[in-house]
């Protein structure tokens, strides 16, 4: 199992069905979010692994699972780490 300890100290918790790490971020407005959605993405599209998330005007609501392994990989880790240091 992937070890998700740090992601989980900085609020991301387990879906219920324990195959995906899941976090609420949310921002002072629409351009914000939308913002920290355009740079995440640039990040995604370079390690190839592509988030699941939704957005409604100052939040953005994020799952990372990797389909392949049916759970939880490194990348995902790797990916929510890198939106919690672009989220500040």
């Not at 351009?31 to 599209?45: L, N």
Request: aromatic share 10%; charged share 25%.
């Amino acid at each position: 199992m992937t070890d998700t300890t740090d992601l989980e100290q900085n609020g991301w918790t387990r879906s219920e069905d324990g195959k995906a790490i899941e976090k609420t971020f949310k921002f002072g407005n629409f351009v914000e979010a939308f913002g920290f959605m355009t740079r995440a993405a640039i990040h995604a599209e370079k390690m190839n692994h592509h988030p699941e998330w939704f957005n409604v005007y100052n939040r953005v609501e994020v799952r990372l699972t990797t389909h392949d392994t049916g759970g939880i990989s490194p990348l995902d880790v790797k990916l929510g780490g890198v939106m919690d240091k672009l989220a500040g």
